[in-house]
């Protein structure tokens, strides 16, 4: 597994955790620690992080309007 940074880390977790679940965008940053007044942005930034270091295992969708989901 290629090196995480802490909140890759985190964030890989929580999918993890719910694994075939939409998990909402606010419940990502909180989990993380990131204030809720955190642009969402910088979610999707760390979400695309995730993506290309973990490549096709990683199969993170994006649910439009509400988060993200970890598929399989």
Request: hydrophobic residues 45%.
């Amino acid at each position: 597994m290629p090196r995480l940074t802490p909140n890759e880390a985190a964030l890989w977790r929580l999918l993890q955790a719910r694994r075939g679940q939409a998990v909402p965008r606010a419940e990502l940053l909180a989990g993380v620690g990131w204030p809720a007044a955190a642009r969402t942005r910088t979610l999707d930034v760390h979400i695309q992080h995730l993506r290309r270091k973990l490549g096709p295992a990683a199969r993170i969708e994006t649910v439009f309007k509400v988060g993200y989901r970890l598929v399989g």
